[in-house]
Structures are given as structure tokens and as C-alpha cells.
């Protein structure tokens, strides 16, 4: 009697379960071929944009004339590491579009940030990140937008 109960358990959870994980394979396929289409710039670039679905990315930008980078993640996680720029006389603006996703950015101690967040989740910085009022000195611009999502920024010396 109680294996019967539980196979009529797992055939009426066993569906739902395969409906999950092809949507999963769905998402993640979705994801790499719209990466494929609007990823742009590496590294020594001055303007990169990510697209990522289910996974990760870690950027480290090394250019000296970087401008802008664009971070478009849905159930990803994205890593900018920001310390091996130089700081601009127009700043880095930095836009992040998130779905159950994060962003963690880590700048140069000496950096202004500026930042504007809407949507559900938050931006929390560190204690030493220094934190203006005004868009226009900023070293760092931050736009986010986000569903359950969130950003940090850490300071290079923490």
C-alpha cells in the first residue's frame, strides 16, 4: 500500500520536475545565443557589455579609456574589478539590468561613487567606499535596475 502511495506521489511530481529543468535548458540556451549576438569588447576595450543567463562572468578592465560597461544578467552573477583603471576625467559609467542576479564591483580606494538603484534588491557598499551625492564628479557612475537583485562595492583595500 505504501509503495503504491508513493508512485503515484512521484508520477504526479515526476512531470513538474521535467517542466523545471527544460525550462532551466531553455533559459540557458536563450541566454548563450543572445550572448552571442550582443556581447561586445574584452578587457583593453573602452565600452563592454556581458549578456549572461545561469552562470557567471569576471571582468578586469585594463583599458585606459574605458567608458562604459553594460551588464545584462539573468540568475548570473557578474564580478567587475575595476582597480586596474586609471581614473577618467569622465568616469566609468557602469549599467547593470539584473534578474535574480548580482553584480559585485570593486574599485580603487580613492574613487567617488555615485550610484541610482531601482527595482527589488539594494546596492550595499563598504564603509570605505567613498560615496558622493553628485553624478557629474563621480569616478564611478552606477545605473541599476533590477528583480530580486543587488549590487556591492567594495574598495580595493577591504
Given amino acids: 500500500m505504501a509503495n503504491r502511495r508513493a508512485l503515484h506521489i512521484v508520477r504526479g511530481v515526476l512531470p513538474w520536475v521535467a517542466g523545471w529543468f527544460g525550462l532551466q535548458a531553455v533559459v540557458a540556451v536563450a541566454g548563450r545565443l ?5 556581447n561586445e569588447g574584452d578587457d ?28 545584462d544578467l539573468m540568475m548570473a552573477g557578474a564580478q ?27 574599485v580603487p580606494r580613492d574613487w567617488q561613487v555615485w550610484w541610482e538603484f531601482r527595482g527589488v534588491g539594494g546596492v550595499s557598499a563598504e564603509p570605505d567606499v567613498q560615496r558622493t551625492a553628485e553624478w ?7 545605473d541599476a535596475r533590477a528583480v530580486f537583485g543587488g549590487v556591492g562595492i567594495k574598495s580595493a583595500g577591504s
Avoid at 543572445?34 to 550582443?38: I, S
Fill in 34 to 38: 543572445a550572448a552571442r549576438r550582443l
Fill in 44 to 71: 583593453t576595450a573602452a565600452r563592454i557589455r556581458r549578456v549572461m543567463t545561469m552562470g557567471g562572468v569576471e571582468l578586469r578592465p585594463t583599458s585606459p579609456t574605458l567608458a562604459r560597461v553594460e551588464l
Fill in 80 to 106: 567587475l574589478d575595476l582597480t586596474g583603471t586609471a581614473p577618467l576625467p569622465g568616469g566609468v559609467d557602469v549599467v547593470a539590468r539584473m534578474v535574480m542576479g548580482g553584480v559585485e564591483i570593486r
Fill in 136 to 142: 557629474v564628479g563621480a569616478n564611478l557612475r552606477l
